[in-house]
């Protein structure tokens, strides 16, 4: 025997397996005396092995009233081939209602009474699958929905299973059946929004359910109620005027959480000056739930004054700032979770992402407190396409998080084959001080092991440049020129300096930084003191001793603190889960994209090869022997050693492309310049970087963690918030101005060119 619920959320048929079961199904569905939920019967014949018997079990559908105590209808009785069914026992049951149900062992005319063994079915259904011919021994009787309160007697319906699918005794019953089934589904979900409708006999999955129901339909119907009763079993809630008579009374289901409507009177003779301009009901909570879908995703910016107005134009009603604002912060709450649990969380998160990623590093630490103080995590996918296909260069640097916890982001990135960021590692500290990093490039160096030719890039924090000396002894520190830009336009005050500079650190010759240094010394000499002092060779191209390739910048990291602009407003565990998501999306995309790729170098290299071909079309080779060779254009020469893979001009040797010289001797010389390129830069080297898959770490409710690691306890750091509003954007550096727009469209500036309204000559 199975039943519905009458419920706005759609329920799947419960099935009763023993006698408490319909006691409770009874005692559930009963009102004055008559049952309201139809139940399901199911009516199949099997073979008995031992006794070789035919043995027919049905489940009886029961729609009881007052008199269930009577004598049954002989019309109600189960049909069989156009036969009675007079099944050995019947259990009738008598509903009380002050006692409640109750059973009687009766005897009837034409049929016995005793006990039913409702577990014969299940005992016996192998046997009968094994016994049986599905084709001809097999019946299903159902029986048609009945009314609510309805007296009369059952209608049969017998389907008989044949090879072809069902054959249908009465149409007519199987289309109301299909019809009423489809109704049901069709149900709305109670969401608390989608639907205001309230009945009798209706059930909520729990109490604060109901109550978001009542609530949205005091706003959407302009009127108040107050909460007259409220327990754990029982809302009565009546309307705010005492002459109205509307009232809602509701229950507690048994020991579940489900609350069903018992009493509902709709009508309202409330007064029109009973409502108030700010309506009672429409609290944040309220507000934040109905507004939680406009928040999924990152990056929404939904407003508190957006929420005043969408409220105001949508109910009517006028709430405050401050309401709209904790609404905002629930609805936000609701979706990312509490901040503190995320700290709790994370190591059960780490330990699954290490058992879906091999490879995969993260360390978490915190203080004597258990409060949290570091954490690391580097992809293992990451790690091994670092390791085969991507340049020693790693840049570094660290950006503010603005949660509730605030702290520091760090990053070590570096570059693909195709020129694009490629993600090493992260890592979250309280700052940016001599302990933290210290701690995360310790961490980053473990995970890395020993590089040859290792060049590390970041701009001139102390901090920084302490770390890098202590942890990586053998590698080289360079700095941003970028960063060294800024810092002479806030220093000195002159654009003709910035420019100097910029031209002197890109200058891949010697004797052509000697030159355009020696004009910026000539302009300002303390400007050229203070590049001195920082030391050339950390920050000009043509005195670097070490492969630094074509990376002058950390801009690599600075584009990366632009990708994760709004992720950083999350609790950290929804923050390292979006750097795992972003880098899984990377890969994916990045290796459809190398698999495209037709050119033997990636699309970024090819092009930089094409346009230096281009210029050696006009170049004049002069050999010296078999490998060397002298190449002139326009009154410059430079000395070109194909065995070395080196030029004077010093464009090959930092590179690793080849110049347009080297392009020019290896058509002389009828030699492949792709052989001569870097192995980096291959779309071959490109595959094997995006190689490895990085799997995401699924529903936390499917996690199987070890008890060690999810008892650790992590606690929000020692943190305090500064008073005002907590700042979104970050302060610019030194000589950082804002840039002003410039149209291509109309050749204009302050505006570019979508924003365009200048008509066009």
């Not at 890109?506 to 930084?513: D, G, N, Q, T, W």
């Not at 070395?644 to 590179?655: A, K, P």
Request: proline share 4%; with cysteine; aromatic share 10%.
């Amino acid at each position: 025997m199975k039943y519905v619920f009458n419920a706005n959320i759609p329920t799947s048929p419960i099935q009763l397996t023993d006698d408490g079961d319909v006691k409770f199904f009874i005692g559930l569905n009963c009102t004055n005396g008559k049952l309201s939920v139809p139940l399901c019967i199911i009516v199949e014949k099997r073979i008995d092995n031992h006794n070789q018997k035919s043995i027919c079990n049905s489940y009886f559908e029961c729609h009881m009233s007052s008199e269930i105590d009577k004598e049954l209808n002989e019309d109600s009785m189960l049909m069989h081939k156009s036969r009675h069914i007079h099944c050995d026992s019947v259990e009738t049951l008598t509903v009380d209602g002050e006692n409640g149900p109750r059973f009687q062992n009766e005897s009837h005319e034409g049929y016995k009474v005793h006990d039913w063994n409702m577990n014969e079915t299940a005992i016996n259904e192998e046997d009968y699958r094994m016994n049986t011919n599905p084709t001809s021994d097999k019946q299903v009787t159902q029986i048609g929905s009945f009314r609510t309160g309805s007296a009369q007697s059952a209608e049969i319906l017998t389907m008989i299973d044949t090879s072809d699918g069902f054959i249908h005794d009465n149409p007519t019953i199987i289309e109301d059946v299909a019809n009423e089934r489809q109704n049901m589904m069709q149900q709305p979900i109670v969401s608390g929004i989608s639907d205001d409708h309230l009945e009798e006999h209706q059930i909520y999955s729990s109490k604060k359910e109901l109550q978001r129901k009542l609530y949205m339909m005091a706003l959407k119907r302009k009127f108040e109620f107050k909460t007259t009763k409220s327990t754990t079993k029982l809302l009565l809630v009546e309307c705010f005027d005492k002459e109205c008579k509307w009232q809602v009374r509701a229950t507690k289901l048994g020991i579940s959480n489900m609350f069903q409507i018992m009493k509902f009177y709709s009508t309202h003779t409330c007064r029109l000056d009973m409502m108030s301009r700010d309506n009672r009901h429409a609290s944040s909570w309220l507000i934040g739930e109905s507004i939680r879908e406009t928040y999924q995703g990152i990056g929404c910016e939904f407003r508190p004054k957006d929420i005043v107005a969408d409220i105001r134009k949508q109910y009517g009603i006028q709430i405050s700032y401050d309401k709209a604002w904790r609404a905002k912060e629930l609805a936000l709450g609701s979706i990312r979770g509490s901040p503190e649990e995320s700290y709790n969380t994370l190591p059960s998160y780490c330990y699954v992402l290490e058992q879906k990623n091999p490879g995969t590093i993260t360390d978490i630490v915190t203080d004597c407190d258990n409060q949290f103080k570091y954490f690391f995590m580097s992809i293992g996918a990451s790690l091994a396409g670092f390791h085969t296909s991507i340049r020693p260069v790693v840049a570094v640097d660290g950006t503010f998080l603005k949660a509730k916890y605030l702290g520091t982001l760090f990053i070590a990135a570096c570059k693909d084959g195709n020129n694009q960021i490629y993600p090493l590692a992260f890592g979250i500290g309280d700052s940016e001080n001599d302990a933290s990093w210290e701690w995360f490039l310790q961490k980053l160096h473990d995970a890395l092991g020993h590089i040859d030719d290792l060049f590390v890039i970041s701009d001139r924090h102390g901090s920084i440049e302490k770390a890098v000396h202590k942890v990586f002894p053998h590698a080289r520190h360079g700095v941003c020129t970028y960063h060294v830009g800024q810092n002479l336009k806030t220093k000195f005050k002159n654009p003709a300096i910035h420019k100097l500079f910029h031209d002197a650190a890109h200058a891949y010759r010697v004797s052509e930084f000697n030159f355009i240094f020696g004009q910026l010394e000539m302009i300002d000499p303390r400007a050229a003191r203070y590049l001195m002092d920082i030391g050339v060779d950390r920050w000009a191209r043509s005195y670097s001793t070490e492969k630094r390739y074509n990376i002058m910048t950390t801009g690599i990291v600075e584009s990366l603190n632009a990708v994760l602009k709004n992720a950083r407003d999350l609790p950290v565990l929804q923050l390292v889960e979006e750097l795992r998501n972003l880098l899984q999306k990377w890969f994916v995309t990045r290796q459809q994209q190398a698999m495209s790729m037709s050119t033997e170098l990636t699309m970024w290299a090819d092009g930089e090869f094409r346009s230096r071909y281009n210029m050696s079309a006009t170049y004049l080779v002069e050999p010296i022997n078999s490998k060397e060779c002298n190449v002139n254009y326009a009154g410059i020469s430079a000395q070109v050693n194909l065995d070395t893979r080196s030029c004077t001009c010093r464009q090959f040797d930092l590179d690793h492309i080849p110049c347009a010289h080297a392009i020019a001797a290896c058509r002389f010389y009828n030699i492949s310049c792709y052989t001569l390129c870097s192995k980096y830069f291959t779309t071959k080297a490109l595959l094997s970087s995006y190689s490895e898959c990085i799997y995401p770490t699924g529903n936390e409710i499917d996690w199987v963690v070890p008890n060690h690691i999810r008892d650790k306890v992590v606690l929000p750091p020692k943190t305090r918030r500064p008073t005002g509003r907590p700042r979104k954007v970050r302060i610019p550096s030194g000589g950082e101005g804002k840039r002003t727009s410039h149209c291509s469209r109309c050749g204009q500036y302050g505006h570019n060119r979508k924003t365009c309204k200048r008509p066009i000559p």
